[in-house]
């Protein structure tokens, strides 16, 4: 499953998204990404996202590489920019309650991305 996992945020990352169809100079246009970008996260939060925890697969480091992706593809598409706030609001209280009102977990780079993440929505 974590192979899939990883396989999604690729895709995410990625401009070259699978399939894509090339514009008149072969490189995928923007819109293309976009779209395989906001299926691929619809994929991802139907599949994994638990809203009652605030993160994806249970677990923590990977969620906040999540939201990282969600925050890209916020800043790529507009109109997506409502749902990503939603998600990192729900992440925001749902995480901290569900690691007993602490970000700390003894890993500082697990730490790291939430406070990278936190300063994203400045």
């Not at 990625?14 to 995928?28: F, Q, Y």
């Not at 992440?91 to 730490?111: C, H, I, K, P, Q």
């Amino acid at each position: 499953m974590l192979l899939l996992y990883t396989t999604l945020l690729g895709v995410l990352a990625l401009p070259a998204a699978i399939g894509a169809a090339p514009s008149s100079t072969g490189v995928p246009s923007k819109a293309n990404y976009v779209s395989h970008a906001m299926h691929a996260t619809s994929i991802l939060n139907e599949k994994w996202f638990d809203a009652a925890s605030g993160l994806w697969d249970g677990m923590w480091w990977q969620s906040a590489n999540v939201l990282t992706t969600i925050a890209d593809l916020a800043s790529a598409n507009p109109n997506f920019k409502d749902t990503a706030n939603g998600i990192f609001e729900n992440v925001f209280t749902a995480a901290l309650a569900t690691n007993g009102g602490s970000w700390l977990n003894g890993f500082y780079d697990d730490e790291g991305w939430y406070v990278d993440q936190a300063l994203t929505l400045l």
